[in-house]
């Protein structure tokens, strides 16, 4: 711990490095403030530098809907990133986003129940919105019929029969 002396304006306050990450640029004897002066501006200029260098730095939207090939919605499919762990699902009107994403090339995977998986490449310079074309896979399922009868009416439990008539 630091306690200041008479000397700083913090008196009477304690702080911990572990408080305070700049505890440590309170020095408070005479020697040793031009070192402090000069610590401080470097350290103001490293958080400039860093802060800069964050904004500068592309954050990229991608952004679109998933659609039918007669233009209706398809709520809640999930569209993923390939290679990364990145994935989002469209809400009920479709439409899906990512954020802060890096200039680049990706592939998006798109996969919904009831519809074929459809695989997009996408390169993205700016700020990207489209659309995701899903068409509808041909696979269904029979019918199942379900029924029971009760043996007798005082058992609690019934026998069941599932076929596909």
């Not at 610590?39 to 860093?50: D, G, P, Q, V």
């Not at 499919?77 to 990364?84: E, F, M």
């Not at 919904?112 to 700020?127: L, P």
């Amino acid at each position: 711990m630091y306690a200041p002396d008479q000397g700083n304006a913090c008196v009477g306050k304690q702080l911990t490095t572990m408080s305070h990450p700049l505890a440590m640029l309170l020095l408070t004897n005479e020697k040793s403030k031009k070192m402090n002066t000069k610590t401080i501006k470097h350290a103001m200029a490293l958080a400039l530098f860093s802060t800069c260098s964050y904004i500068l730095q592309a954050q990229l939207t991608l952004s679109g809907s998933v659609i039918s090939p007669e233009k209706t919605p398809i709520p809640f499919s999930v569209i993923g990133i390939k290679n990364t762990f990145l994935s989002t699902q469209s809400n009920s009107l479709g439409q899906f986003e990512f954020k802060n994403l890096k200039a680049g090339a990706y592939v998006l995977i798109t996969k919904c129940v009831g519809y074929k998986v459809k695989i997009d490449s996408v390169e993205i310079k700016d700020n990207l919105s489209f659309e995701i074309v899903l068409n509808q896979d041909d696979k269904s399922l029979d019918e199942v019929v379900v029924s029971s009868t009760r043996v007798n009416n005082n058992l609690g439990f019934a026998y069941s029969d599932l076929s596909s008539e």
